[in-house]
């Protein structure tokens, strides 16, 4: 039992590249969740998802896009990367609500745009 | 709006002395309540979390909280902190409102606890 898996964990990109970052959970878990992580700012949803091939909006959605494919992974997408896309990135799973509702973490991906 | 408020950047306290990491919030219904623990390079864990019933709530590692309705608080209490407690704590909200699937959360405090 893994939990919930990131990769990469460090990525180094140049100004309009691309890239995803891949996130997956193998605890059946409904709901996935994208954070980005910034000094002094907690952590701000970006995206997140109810089920599979169900994505919403979150806190700071602009410049990324995600995909749910499939139940056990959430993607991540950069189209062209900005250096203000510097950040840690966090997925999270959860089972959805009721008295069992817990978000699991990931390790992490540090993402440094140039 | 919901709202999470960690008014403390950083909390520092003696080995041994009892610690409380305050987060207050604001949401429009009956909130789920959580804190979570960052150790560096890390993920966050969880450490505990209010959902109903008894307004104390005790979780990993010795830490609790205790809820206050009317003081909308949920401050983070240990009654001996221990060097190894030192870390980023994070508390953070649910409304459990139809439709409502997202967490906010605080900014974070920084625990030190020195020996």
């Known amino acids: 039992n893994a939990g919930v898996t990131q990769t990469p964990k460090f990525r180094v990109l140049k100004t309009g590249q691309s890239m995803t970052l891949l996130c997956a959970q193998d605890m059946n878990h409904e709901y996935m969740y994208w954070y980005r992580q910034d000094p002094g700012m907690g952590l701000r949803l970006i995206h997140y998802?109810?089920?599979?091939?169900?994505?919403a909006k979150g806190e700071v959605p602009d410049g990324y896009n995600v995909s749910r494919l499939k139940k056990q992974n959430f993607l991540l997408g950069l189209e062209s990367a900005a250096p203000s896309q510097t950040s840690v990135y966090f997925c999270?799973?959860?089972f959805g609500g009721g008295i069992q509702e817990t978000q699991y973490f990931g390790p992490g991906t540090r993402l440094l745009v140039l | 709006a919901q709202s999470v408020a960690q008014p403390e950047d950083q909390v520092n306290v003696a080995e041994g002395n009892p610690l409380t990491v305050k987060c207050t919030y604001s949401?429009?219904?009956?909130?789920?309540l959580f804190w979570y623990v960052q150790y560096p390079n890390r993920g966050l864990q969880f450490l505990l979390k209010?959902?109903?019933?008894?307004?104390l709530v005790k979780g990993s590692y010795g830490f609790e909280a205790e809820f206050n309705k009317s003081q909308t608080s949920f401050h983070l209490k240990k009654p001996s902190a221990l060097v190894s407690d030192s870390a980023l704590y994070f508390c953070a909200v649910r409304d459990i409102g139809p439709g409502t699937y997202k967490y906010i959360f605080g900014t974070g405090t920084r625990l030190k606890v020195l020996a």
């Open positions: 998802s109810v089920g599979e091939g169900t994505t």
């Open positions: 999270a799973s959860s």
């Open positions: 209010y959902i109903t019933g008894d307004n």
């Open positions: 949401v429009s219904g009956n909130p789920y």
